[in-house]
């Protein structure tokens, strides 16, 4: 398995940006979807967004469309979710996820298809 860690969060005001990183070691990182979920306290885990080993396909949940943008940097082994005009609704604990896939352009949304996970990063955004 690839073990992952990410980065980034942290406290920022409605509107304001931030982006997450996804560190990636273990294994040949490029083999992998990579997606990005997170958890609000007392909710669960839900699906973000996600990349193709290719980088050429991405998907997003339609509640962050238009303000999440996913993109990988394969020579550094690292995932980006750059996250723009933010809302109170976004407060949660940000996690990174990959999942193994035979085809360049494939991307998952599904928890159970990703089989490495990282420890998460808070994320809070104040009214």
């Known amino acids: 398995q690839v073990q992952l860690v990410e980065s980034g969060g942290g406290l920022v005001q409605a509107g304001g940006s931030l982006r997450l990183s996804c560190a990636a070691s273990?294994?040949?990182?490029?083999?992998?979807?990579v997606g990005w979920f997170r958890q609000a306290p007392g909710q669960e885990r839900e699906f973000v967004a996600a990349?193709?080993?290719?980088?050429?396909?991405?998907y997003y949940t339609d509640s962050v469309k238009g303000r999440f943008t996913i993109s990988r940097d394969s020579a550094k082994n690292t995932v980006f979710l750059q996250m723009n005009s933010l809302k109170p609704e976004d407060s949660a604990v940000y996690y990174c996820?990959?999942?193994?896939?035979?085809?360049?352009?494939?991307?998952?949304?599904?928890?159970?298809?990703?089989?490495?996970w990282g420890h998460g990063t808070q994320v809070t955004v104040s009214s």
């Open positions: 996820a990959a999942a193994s896939s035979w085809y360049a352009g494939t991307v998952y949304y599904k928890i159970a298809d990703f089989g490495s």
């Open positions: 990349i193709s080993r290719s980088a050429g396909s991405t």
């Open positions: 273990g294994r040949t990182f490029s083999n992998y979807v």
